[in-house]
């Protein structure tokens, strides 16, 4: 496998001491370079007649790979490091989100309305019409972010502490891409029973329930239950956002290589929450042709070990991935670094469509299959075609808050994931370019639109 591309994920800054003299810092950086550093900003912190200390931000591949930047540095003559320090660990401390009144307390007045005595009359006005909790309160606007830490990203079990992370991040997400307060919620049980009425328990606060990083297959159960019980929307994001966004980027990939998404073969390789919600919403949107794998091979009825979501896509074929994909048309890989095989994809039919998506290592390097495949997408920002759910949840919410859906629904998904599609016009689509930015403005509302259009033509928008 080639090696990772140096990305901001593992940035640090090297703070070194060299002599006043010209040509010093040329050394510095040739040194980085040599190992494979990406060089960014370079300041100047402190200086007098003999010596300069500098500050080199780097971005490097992994952690491997920023100590041997480091070693190359420390190992020149006449430069002293100072100090590393590791950027994503820095930002991360004391947390990434905190909670800030909207309002003044200036006067005692200020105090009495926003507190007792008159938040009194607020009280009795929403138990009088419940309702009124919408319009006096934060609900509206708030979603909780819950998980039991059971499948970080792609890390594994790593328990509550070790998902507040990721959670913290999430609600970052939510504030800054569609101005929804959001707070992470990491529960200390992965009991299935405990989960659901803790959820029903804090609900009151909450417009919407954001589920994340709940493995598999009892993330299935968590959500199906909490959507017959709670009268507020229930998402579980690692199942259906990244559904959505995925079938947005395939609908454009599929017109550059004018073949129907009806007539298509599809293998998806990885059979977790993922990779079930993905075959489920495709199914909805009218392929026709899906092959299921998991780390054992094809999803066959001839297999005793499939769980209920898996029956659902079992088929008569049996064999490897390596035999689901002879003349397939599209990879879409929701599983594990590296099982991808350059002899694999060369098996594919014709202008082969590949989404390698496992992160932080795609299924198979895109550099491996140059020429290979008509269009290739991964979950990795430094690479073109990012599938990344922040283009589905923050709109999709958004839409769910402000028409007050009761439940989501597959049509809200499919329109969620037909917006974010049509942003990409036929002027622009092209190999490189099948899927918006993350960035682009315009995602949030056009896929909150969506949302809202199907939820009232579904019937579950009280808006």
Not at 51 to 74: C, Y
Not at 324 to 345: I, Q
Request: glycine letters at 8%; proline letters at 5%.
């Amino acid at each position: 496998m080639v090696n990772l591309t140096p990305n901001p994920s593992f940035s640090l800054t090297i703070r070194f001491q060299l002599p006043h003299q010209a040509g010093m810092l040329a050394h510095v950086t040739q040194a980085i370079a040599a190992v494979g550093g990406n060089i960014g900003q370079i300041d100047l912190i402190e200086q007098n007649r003999k010596t300069l200390i500098r500050d080199v931000t780097v971005d490097a591949a992994s952690t491997e790979h920023a100590e041997k930047i480091v070693s190359a540095v420390k190992a020149l003559d006449n430069i002293k490091v100072l100090n590393v320090y590791d950027r994503t660990f820095n930002l991360h401390r004391g947390g990434k989100i905190s909670v800030h009144s909207k309002l003044p307390l200036r006067n005692q007045g200020d105090l009495a309305m926003a507190y007792t005595p008159g938040v009194g009359r607020v009280c009795t006005a929403i138990a009088e019409e419940p309702d009124q909790v919408y319009a006096l309160t934060i609900k509206s606007n708030t979603v909780a972010i819950v998980t039991d830490g059971s499948a970080v990203l792609g890390l594994g079990n790593l328990g509550p502490a070790g998902a507040l992370p990721v959670m913290e991040g999430k609600a970052m997400l939510f504030k800054e891409f569609a101005g929804i307060d959001a707070f992470p919620i990491c529960l200390a049980t992965q009991d299935t029973d405990a989960i659901v009425e803790t959820i029903k328990n804090i609900a009151p606060v909450f417009g919407g329930i954001n589920l994340e990083d709940i493995s598999a297959p009892r993330c299935f159960e968590i959500e199906a239950r909490l959507q017959r019980e709670l009268d507020i929307p229930v998402f579980h994001d690692d199942q259906h956002g990244t559904a959505i966004v995925t079938l947005a980027a395939l609908f454009n990939a599929l017109k550059l290589v004018r073949k129907s998404l009806e007539n298509v073969k599809i293998v998806i390789n990885g059979a977790g929450a993922a990779g079930v919600a993905i075959a489920r919403l495709l199914r909805k949107a009218g392929a026709r042709s899906i092959c299921l794998c998991d780390s054992r091979g094809i999803l066959s009825t001839s297999r005793s070990d499939l769980t209920l979501q898996k029956q659902e896509f079992a088929v008569t074929e049996s064999g490897s991935l390596a035999n689901a994909l002879v003349n397939a048309d599209v990879f879409l890989g929701v599983s594990a670094p590296g099982v991808l095989t350059p002899a694999m994809v060369k098996a594919m039919a014709p202008d082969a469509i590949v989404f390698a998506m496992a992160n932080p290592i795609p299924e198979i390097q895109p550099e491996l299959v140059v020429g290979d495949v008509a269009v290739m997408a991964t979950g990795r920002s430094d690479y073109a075609n990012q599938i990344n759910n922040v283009l589905a949840f923050p709109g999709v919410f958004r839409g769910a808050l402000d028409c007050r859906a009761g439940t989501m629904t597959t049509s809200m998904y499919l329109e969620a994931a037909a917006a974010i599609a049509s942003l990409v016009k036929p002027s622009d689509l092209n190999a490189e370019h099948i899927i918006p930015s993350v960035f682009d403005d315009r995602v949030v509302a056009v896929v909150s639109a969506a949302v809202q259009r199907a939820a009232r033509e579904d019937g579950v928008a009280a808006n």
